[in-house]
């Protein structure tokens, strides 16, 4: 299927009743933004009843989505979040059908709309939808049927919440109380749909203090309206944090003007054993992946025990799990069932 | 896996004994022609059951086809239709491998009768063979293991029967009685496979009056021998008709001069509602998709209350599963392992 | 996903406790060598039991591996046997992810055990690992997580332990004992990691002889210490035999200089019906397919009772479902679970 590509609506402030329905429960969920910490809470909450209490322990296979078709919807290629969600998916027992639509591709010329339509004309209830431009699955949302639920797995520079909650389940799981972290977000958190997410769901948990760290030129000038603190050097940045977050560095963007090389970069923000000496004893290391070893981060630091990367990928899974579960309200319906 | 073309047996009069077993059940479904009113109407009555009463009401997951392996093998892309065969299969429990094979390529230089003994030795159930020749669905049924049954899901020119089944679905659920219908088939009737399975469908059914409207040079000169009316012109063909199909412009076609423009086609032949207008007040309009806006249709035709075009994708599913069901010989024999 | 190559290990002699857990049960499945013959016998038996007596009348869906998720981890295409894995994995319960990873890309960088942390921490129990480097599903298996286990579904030159297994399931099956068995492999040895793992097969399962036939250049100098016997022609080679093995014939190698053009090879290592009544009256013929007509083998042979090509994809199923529910200890737990 190939899709005319649309004019869609700027990503601008959405209200809450976008994303939940009439009794507040969550319909969507397309930005952390506007959301309330009750609702993250209940999010990781429900993440935390899958993911078990030991590492690898997640849930065995759960009949809590059978009949439900799930739709990866991904305008942009992506295997490990496409992947990750399938498995969610999968684990709760729903069908899932991969579309691959290149916005380039017009073969065919149907519509977005029409293409929408088309599948929700085949009994599906989810789509999980990636896009390069921002708005894009606020747009799919604001048209999809009633029984449609919308989840981004990341538009434009926009948002991705779902990775911004697994980041936040880590956080909690290794860190308890958000009130009294120190968490740096450390990149080019101009480009960053998750520095995005995670800035908001960080100030949604209530965190201490939030820091950001990159080049001048890779941070937006208003960036500060939001509560963060800004920082142009690791020395200064990384000092007493609790948690250090890594952005992954967008090679391509090396080609313009904003971004140093390689070699400057990581001499500039690598994270290496040296600096993460700066941080707090226990200081936890994140990255959303795949890292660039030698690049945005060291070896020793990435394969350290301070390192909790594979362990993002893990609670990616619950995380999914729980807004997949949450969004078509099945927990309470499909416990009956079973 | 790819295979080296073969010559294929001309798509003539296929011999009801070729789809039907020695009880006179469905073994393969090929085409509409020379199937019985009884079991067109046993293929409708079981999608019936399906489809549930009420839109988007089909049956919840069931246990129809557990333990059996569905093969998609599709000699020419279709995202839409596989995905619909796929959906309908995975819906009873069956398992789903997808083939895409390239007739061009010769990669391995398999043979298509060795390629297809191996996937019977696989343990596979069924074939669903879309491919871009007149009788190959046909072709590969005369040589098929006696447990795989074959499903037709668009040959060439010839024969497309689920999409002509799925619109007989269409119109008696909002029709009813075919012996009092009018109905009118616009287009390129000469190369649509979907017409030339429609009309062998109405025809069964014992539909009232079947005419076909487009230009000369898109109309075989030999098809009144199948009882239907001719027409060059909307204005004359759509007058006082309760059913109205527009067939896809296969833009491909413009190349060569058998077509006009689109402008000039949808000028000619297009539906907008002035001319739904000649049709019954109360006239229905389908379209097997996906639509080319502005070019067979105009938008507010296809998106009013009287195009039952995202019906049809819905009713696609319940019908898909009707004749995997029947054909599989497993409405029965899995009632009881249930 | 796409990963840098990684230097490989060679393909030495593997200690057994690469392939084995404390208790001697099978982890990995990378070769034959080194396996005793209890092992390979409980493997047969094992796909027996899957089986069933009769053709085609393999078990129906089992929850054997329910909750389990299977990556088929293809760095070489292969549409055949990637499938047959998918459809073993799925009869018994499992989940199936396919990647698809061009080892030639670097497109994201990550390097290949990043990349299997990674699918790792996504709960995945099994990596079926296909690679056109000899060692690589070994260097795998070395750094996989401990409740990960790994198939080797063929790496380079070295070994495809399955493929060799469905073969002995095959001999047994129509043979029984293989002490009183004569066994003719032909065609291009030197290159054949299907060979390599027949010879260990029916070595450690005691065969009486084995012989290799084909051109000197295509035959290694040293295979005769694994105690089989070189013949160079087809006229002494295949006399008396009970058994003949064709191999593929990789036309890429044509291109050099190690083989004579399709024609001559047929004329000196085809297999055709003059040739095969040089073996004894009842000898069965196999091959792993896809087979090449009229380069490796007549038509009228490989069409012959005698052949067992398409038999051998069909225990290729039952041999998968063993080794895979073997490596993953589950015969046992499931059992209670159902």
Same mark, same amino acid.
């Not at 299927?1 to 990503?11: G, I």
């Not at 009794?23 to 506007?34: A, N, V, Y």
């Not at 078990?52 to 305008?75: D, E, H």
């Not at 977000?185 to 201490?208: C, F, W």
């Given at each position: 299927?190939?899709?005319?590509?649309?004019?869609?609506?700027?990503?601008g402030?959405?209200?809450a009743?976008?994303?939940?329905?009439?009794?507040?429960?969550?319909?969507?969920?397309?930005?952390?933004?506007?959301?309330?910490?009750?609702?993250?809470?209940?999010?990781?909450?429900?993440?935390?009843? $899958?993911?078990?209490?030991?590492?690898?322990?997640?849930?065995?296979?759960?009949?809590?989505?059978?009949?439900?078709?799930?739709?990866?919807?991904?305008?942009?290629?992506?295997?490990?979040?496409?992947?990750?969600?399938?498995?969610?998916?999968?684990?709760?027992?729903?069908?899932?059908?991969?579309?691959?639509?290149?916005t380039?591709?017009?073969?065919?010329g149907?519509?977005?709309?029409?293409?929408?339509?088309?599948?929700?004309?085949?009994?599906?209830?989810?789509?999980?939808?990636?896009?390069?431009?921002?708005g894009?699955?606020? $747009?799919?949302?604001?048209?999809?049927?009633?029984?449609?639920?919308?989840?981004?797995?990341?538009?434009?520079?926009?948002?991705?919440?779902?990775?911004?909650?697994?980041?936040?389940?880590?956080?909690?799981?290794?860190?308890?109380?958000?009130?009294?972290?120190?968490?740096?977000?450390?990149?080019?958190?101009?480009?960053?749909?998750?520095?995005?997410?995670?800035?908001?769901?960080? *100030?949604?948990?209530?965190?201490?203090?939030?820091?950001?760290?990159?080049?001048?030129?890779?941070?937006?000038?208003?960036?500060?309206?939001?509560?963060?603190?800004?920082?142009?050097?690791?020395?200064?940045?990384?000092?007493?944090?609790d948690?250090?977050?890594?952005?992954?560095?967008?090679?391509?963007?090396?080609?313009?003007?904003?971004?140093?090389?390689?070699?400057?970069?990581?001499?500039?923000?690598?994270? *290496?054993?040296?600096?993460?000496?700066?941080?707090?004893?226990?200081?936890?290391?994140?990255?959303?992946?795949?890292?660039?070893?030698?690049?945005e981060i060291?070896?020793?630091?990435?394969?350290?025990?301070?390192?909790?990367?594979?362990?993002?990928?893990?609670?990616?899974?619950?995380?999914?799990?729980a807004v997949?579960?949450?969004?078509?309200?099945?927990?309470?319906?499909?416990?009956?069932?079973?």
């Open positions: 299927m190939s899709v005319v590509p649309v004019e869609l609506a700027p990503p402030p959405l209200p009743s976008t994303q939940l329905n009439a009794q507040g429960r969550l319909r969507h969920f397309l930005t952390i933004e506007g959301l309330s910490r009750e609702l993250l809470t209940e999010i990781l909450d429900t993440a935390e009843s $899958f993911a078990g209490s030991a590492q690898g322990s997640l849930v065995k296979k759960v009949p809590l989505l059978r009949g439900k078709t799930i739709v990866n919807l991904f305008f942009e290629a992506s295997t490990r979040t496409r992947t990750t969600f399938e498995l969610a998916a999968k684990r709760m027992s729903a069908d899932v059908m991969n579309f691959n639509i290149n380039a591709s017009t073969t065919k149907e519509t977005l709309l029409d293409t929408l339509r088309t599948l929700e004309a085949m009994y599906t209830d989810m789509f999980i939808v990636r896009h390069n431009e921002s894009a699955a606020q $747009f799919i949302a604001h048209h999809v049927a009633p029984h449609v639920s919308v989840i981004n797995a990341g538009d434009g520079r926009h948002a991705h919440p779902t990775q911004a909650m697994l980041d936040m389940f880590t956080i909690r799981r290794h860190k308890q109380e958000f009130g009294k972290l120190r968490v740096a977000i450390v990149g080019d958190i101009m480009h960053s749909r998750v520095a995005r997410s995670q800035i908001h769901a960080l *100030n949604t948990l209530g965190t201490g203090e939030i820091r950001v760290i990159g080049p001048q030129t890779l941070i937006p000038t208003d960036i500060e309206q939001l509560g963060v603190h800004v920082y142009q050097d690791m020395q200064h940045g990384l000092r007493d944090v948690v250090i977050i890594m952005l992954r560095l967008q090679k391509e963007r090396m080609q313009g003007a904003l971004l140093p090389s390689e070699h400057e970069y990581y001499h500039l923000y690598g994270l *290496n054993s040296e600096r993460l000496a700066l941080a707090r004893n226990d200081a936890i290391v994140m990255h959303p992946g795949p890292i660039n070893r030698g690049v060291s070896s020793d630091v990435a394969d350290s025990p301070r390192s909790l990367i594979l362990q993002q990928v893990t609670y990616g899974l619950a995380i999914r799990m997949m579960s949450l969004t078509l309200g099945s927990t309470q319906s499909a416990e009956k069932e079973t």
